[in-house]
């Protein structure tokens, strides 16, 4: 008998400005908009780039709490498998996006870069080296 698949998963990241966040995404990530709610002044959407998934929303006066600001440690909100992360990176840096660590290979056996979006929530794009 086959195992039943599961083909991705998707961070929900609750944000101070919808309007915002999708404009960071759209703009210096190239991901698209699949879904917002209203079409003015929306609280909730869901932005794609190729397999990666991200819904989005928010919620009168809730803050955001990206990791980070929990423990300094736990600094990644999202891990983002990027098999050519240098790559990547260039096309980032040409839409203006700025690197919160840069495109290296990790101690821990990773190759990539963070960013943080508008709303400190890090993401890594990378892959195992």
């Known amino acids: 008998m086959t195992r039943p698949a599961t083909t991705a998963i998707s961070p929900f990241f609750v944000v101070s400005d919808v309007n915002q966040t999708i404009a960071f995404y759209n703009e210096k990530l190239g991901f698209e908009t699949t879904y917002q709610q209203p079409e003015r002044n929306p609280f909730a959407a869901i932005m794609v780039r190729d397999g990666a998934q ?3 929303k928010s919620q009168g006066n ?3 709490v990206p990791n980070s ?3 300094p440690f736990l600094r990644w909100d999202a891990f983002v498998y990027a098999p050519d ?3 990547l990176a260039a096309e980032f840096t040409g839409h203006g996006a700025a690197f919160s660590e840069p495109l290296k ?3 821990d056996g990773l190759r990539g870069f963070e960013l943080k979006d ?3 929530y890090v993401l ?3 892959r195992p080296r």
């Open 54 to 56: 991200i819904f989005f």
């Open 124 to 126: 890594f794009f990378g």
């Open 85 to 87: 992360p240098d790559a």
């Open 118 to 120: 508008p709303d400190g």
């Open 69 to 71: 600001k929990r423990h």
């Open 105 to 107: 290979d990790t101690n």
């Open 62 to 64: 809730i803050t955001p």
